[in-house]
């Protein structure tokens, strides 16, 4: 199991700036991609971004260049920081975490419980 703990939401006026963190624990034997979803209402779930084991970066073009996804030294934490926001950018945002597990031994995919992200006009 592997549990992903979110903070860091709130509201923002356009144009500000929120950072999101993410804290991943449980048992964990290879962390492969770590990454940020978002749902807004009435809207299809979407990758804002996303880094890799190897530190590999990816980023949703509606947020390139106002995102920035990066995690501490010891791999357990990853943050987006968010800057220039705009209304559309107003959802739930996920934490996720793709990679092997020591209970199974097998690649696995778990979810936080989300964080609300709402940017006002």
């Known amino acids: 199991q592997v549990q992903l703990v979110e903070s860091g939401g709130g509201l923002v006026q356009a144009g500000g700036s929120l950072s999101l963190s993410c804290v991943a624990s449980g048992s964990i034997r290879r962390m492969d991609v770590m990454a940020w979803y978002r749902h807004a209402p009435g809207k299809e779930r979407e990758l804002v971004a996303s880094i890799t084991d190897g530190g590999t970066t990816m980023y949703l073009d509606s947020v390139k260049g106002r995102c920035t996804i990066s995690r501490d030294s010891a791999r357990t934490t990853v943050f987006l920081r968010m800057n220039s926001l705009k209304p559309e950018d107003t959802a739930v945002y996920y934490c996720?975490?793709?990679?092997?597990?020591?209970?199974?031994?097998?690649?696995?995919?778990?979810w936080g419980q989300g964080t609300q992200v709402t940017v006002s006009s």
């Open positions: 996720h975490f793709h990679g092997l597990t020591w209970s199974t031994l097998r690649l696995e995919d778990y």
